[in-house]
């Protein structure tokens, strides 16, 4: 939608009423502005999501009371509004965990009991919501699972497949493509554009179980050191300031942090095993060069 949006002009010799018949698009939703979070929302999307982090199984009661200490007058219908916005879903058990929804793009989960040994193995993708000084946005990130390296990410306002799409693309270009990347079940993956694309390059899609949070834990680990490590500590005032805050951090994290669960930087375990892999398709490829000979 957003994209026939684009296409209509007022500088075309079609008129725009005429433009929006073509494209099927309401003349409506072409002028809609949506409109600015209150200062007072702002401030309850972050103290809900600093929330969450430390208690992903509270749900909109739990959040209502808590804001409600606080001293904000809020309702249930307010908070799970903004709940939405800021893309929480509550982790607790549910039945039929392993049943696989009814959408036609969802993915079975790969990573169970996965031994991982190589870069590019498996990547993981998720999205966040990070808040500003005035507003937020949301930032998509891939780490690669073996190394703890993020091989993409990006900001933007709203929460389209496009934008995933555009991150991964730049992964891909940069580092290669991985035999599968995992995500969860949110609207942006479950979707044509996400699973077609991926799927035609020859890479497995995986999803997390509904409800399963721990599924993709790698993304959401990286989240929590993210925001409780530099974003909160450091609350940017607008976007550019939030695209080099993040891009600082990201670097830092690749090549300087030394990782807890296997104490290495993340970038230079990528890159030693990337070098293991080449070397040991040099050495395959010498060997089948010999026996040709």
């Known amino acids: 939608m ?3 949006k684009s296409l209509v002009s007022t500088r075309s010799r079609l008129s ?5 018949e073509l494209l099927t698009v309401n003349r409506s939703n072409l002028y809609y502005h949506p409109v600015e979070e209150s200062p007072e929302n702002l401030k309850m999307m972050r103290i809900m999501d600093e929330h969450s982090i430390k208690h992903p199984g509270e749900g909109v009661m739990s959040m209502v009371y808590m804001l409600r200490r606080k001293g904000h007058g809020v309702n249930h219908k307010r908070i799970r509004r903004l709940l939405r916005k800021i893309g929480h879903r509550t982790v607790y058990p549910k039945k039929n965990l392993s049943k696989l929804g009814e959408v036609k793009y969802i993915r079975p989960y790969l990573l169970n009991k996965v031994s991982f040994t190589h870069a590019n193995q498996a990547w993981s993708v998720g999205i966040t919501y990070i808040p500003m000084e005035r507003g937020f946005m949301y930032c998509t990130a891939i780490i690669d699972i073996y190394s703890r390296k993020i ?3 990006g900001v933007s306002n709203s929460l389209e497949a496009k934008w995933c799409l555009d991150v991964y693309q730049r992964a891909v270009e940069k580092y290669g493509k991985p035999e599968i990347i995992n995500s969860d079940q949110g609207s942006q993956f479950t979707s044509s554009q996400w699973t077609g694309m991926i799927e035609d390059m020859g890479v497995k899609v995986s999803m997390d179980g509904k409800g399963r949070a721990v599924d993709n834990r790698w993304i959401e680990r990286f989240w929590r050191t993210l ?3 530099h974003i909160y500590l450091n609350p940017p005032k607008d976007g550019l300031e939030l695209y080099e805050n993040i891009r600082w951090y990201i670097d830092y994290y690749n ?3 030394v990782h807890q669960t296997f104490g290495e930087v993340p970038a230079e375990r990528y890159f030693e095993s990337r070098m293991k892999t ?4 040099i050495q395959l490829l010498t060997k089948t060069e010999s026996v040709l000979v």
């Open 278 to 281: 080449t070397n040991k398709s």
């Open 16 to 20: 725009v009423r005429k433009q929006c």
């Open 151 to 153: 091989v993409g990410w």
């Open 255 to 257: 090549k300087e942090k």
């Open 227 to 229: 925001k409780y490590k």
């Open 2 to 4: 957003s994209e026939r």
